[in-house]
């Protein structure tokens, strides 16, 4: 078989479209399956993940996150799809929109690029929905101010059976938040969908 070209995690020659075999394997390896009553997910949503952040799903999270890298990007959004095949489809895809001063820094959305990959991969319509919280540095606020200044506003869309992304989920506050924000707008959202879980 012909080399067709460069592995974007262990910069390897590779067959495959996107990530070399070896690179696919540490993957599948760090999957493991979802537990339907993990407490940081609300009930009644489910949760899909490629694995744990860690090994080569760290490096494939943060290659996405500083390079924009839409070919890496593009088989994420395709692994998401995959593992949610036993999920009905949603009526739009959401996601969570990183705040200003981050997006400027990284040059783009990481949330945003996987949902658009997930879109693109599942048929569905993806629909921005949540305007990131105004952007003062989190460590200059109290924690009352926190709680306040992390709440997403709502962009306004027809009403209905939603999925959320974002890139890693770690305590899960800001997806709950986002999810609460959606939810009392009369959405239904019926996943959570992260690339890793931290
Ligand atoms: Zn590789």
Not at 98 to 116: E, F, I, M, P
Not at 145 to 163: C, D, H, M, N, Y
Request: a positive charge.
């Amino acid at each position: 078989m012909k080399i067709t070209g460069q592995c974007p995690l262990c910069v390897g020659p590779t067959r495959a479209a996107v990530l070399c075999a070896h690179c696919r394997r540490h993957l599948r390896q760090g999957h493991s399956p979802t537990d339907p009553l993990d407490p940081v997910v609300p009930v009644g949503a489910s949760l899909i993940t490629l694995g744990a952040f860690e090994g080569a799903l760290r490096a494939l999270v943060l290659r996405i996150k500083h390079s924009q890298d839409t070919r890496v990007a593009q088989w994420c959004g395709h692994q998401l799809a995959r593992r949610s095949r036993g999920l009905p489809r949603p009526d739009a895809i959401t996601y969570l929109p990183s705040q200003r001063v981050n997006r400027l820094k990284r040059g783009g959305d990481t949330a945003a690029t996987v949902a658009n990959a997930l879109a693109l991969n599942t048929g569905r319509p993806l629909h921005p929905m949540l305007s990131p919280p105004l952007g003062v540095h989190r460590r200059t606020r109290s924690g009352s101010e926190r709680g306040k200044a992390q709440g997403f506003t709502l962009i306004s869309q027809p009403v209905g059976r939603v999925w959320l992304v974002d890139d890693v989920l770690a305590t899960g506050h800001s997806l709950r938040q986002a999810h609460d924000t959606l939810t009392a707008a009369g959405h239904r959202v019926e996943a959570w969908l992260v690339l890793a879980r931290a």
